[in-house]
């Protein structure tokens, strides 16, 4: 199933939340401005929505992700990635962020250090990678 028929089931200025077929939640994010608080806004109904489905398997479209501001990052550092929102414990979490180095670095500074998160350049790649880790 293409990424975008998916159904959307949450959508804000940060991006959508999408679920696929396949047991794992898709997450875009939009190329446009985001609104304060937007991305906690986002992050916080995925985790639910995870908890909600009983998944733990995340695809992030990040080819148009903006930089965060500090605000977003002391928020994701502080909140969600030491699980401090409500979501699943263990995450198993992809970036398709194409070739942009840009991309590349944003997603290196929102990950924990002991956590750089897999990227992939091909959606083919990264739904592979996710399929293995059901």
Not at 62 to 88: C, F, G, I
Request: a neutral charge; charged letters at 20%; glycine letters at 4%.
């Amino acid at each position: 199933m293409s990424i975008v028929a998916l159904p959307i089931v949450f959508e804000n200025t940060a991006g959508i939340i999408a679920a696929h077929s396949d047991g794992y939640a898709l997450v875009r994010y939009h190329a446009r401005p985001r609104r304060s608080n937007d991305l906690r806004n986002l992050l916080e109904y995925l985790g639910g929505f995870l908890v909600d489905r009983g998944w733990q398997r995340i695809l992030c479209d990040a080819r148009n992700m903006k930089a965060l501001t500090l605000d977003e990052q002391r928020w994701m550092q502080e909140q969600w990635y030491p699980s401090n929102v409500m979501r699943p414990n263990q995450l198993s979490t992809v970036y398709l962020s194409g070739e942009d180095a840009a991309v590349q670095l944003l997603l290196e500074e929102m990950a924990p250090v002991t956590q750089t998160p897999p990227t992939f350049s091909s959606l083919q790649e990264a739904q592979t990678y996710l399929a293995r880790r059901s």
